[in-house]
C-alpha cells in the first residue's frame, strides 16, 4: 500500500519559514517525481513545486518562485518543501505527490497523494 504522510506544517507569522517533509512508502521512490500542491478553502488545489527523480530539475510556481524550495532526499525516501517569507496567501492544506513519470505542475497527472498538513500564516 502506497502511503505519502505530510508534516510540518503550523502558525506562522508573516515573513516566517516553515519546513515541509513528505515520507513516501513508495518502492522505489527514487523513480517517482515528487510535487506539491496546495488547496484554500473555496478554491481550487494549485501547484506548488515539483522535482524530477534525481532533484536536478525543479519547478516553481510563479506565486512562490524565489521563495520556497523543493528537495528529496532518496535515501530516506522523503521530499521537503521549505517555505521561506511565508505570507498570509500562503495559507492552505499542502499536499504531497507522486508521479511514476516526470514532474508536471497538473494534479490530475499523479499517481499518489498525502492527506495534506495544513499551513496557516497570520498578518
Known amino acids: 500500500q502506497v502511503q505519502l504522510v505530510e508534516s510540518g506544517g503550523g502558525l506562522v507569522q508573516a515573513g516566517g519559514s516553515l519546513r515541509l517533509s513528505c515520507a513516501a512508502s513508495l518502492r522505489t521512490f527514487s523513480s517517482y517525481a515528487m510535487g506539491w500542491f496546495r488547496q484554500a478553502p473555496g478554491k481550487e488545489r494549485e501547484f506548488v513545486a515539483g522535482?524530477?527523480?534525481?532533484?536536478?530539475?525543479?519547478y516553481y510556481s510563479d506565486s512562490v518562485k524565489g521563495r520556497f524550495t523543493i528537495s528529496r532526499d532518496n535515501a530516506k525516501n522523503t521530499v521537503y518543501l521549505q517555505m521561506n517569507s511565508l505570507k498570509p496567501e500562503d495559507t492552505a492544506v499542502y499536499y504531497c505527490?507522486?508521479?511514476?513519470?516526470?514532474?508536471?505542475?497538473?494534479?490530475?497527472?499523479?499517481?499518489?497523494w498525502g492527506q495534506g498538513t495544513q499551513v496557516t500564516v497570520s498578518s
Open positions: 505527490a507522486a508521479r511514476a513519470l516526470r514532474a508536471t505542475m497538473v494534479a490530475t497527472d499523479y499517481d499518489y
Open positions: 522535482i524530477n527523480w534525481t532533484g536536478g530539475t525543479t
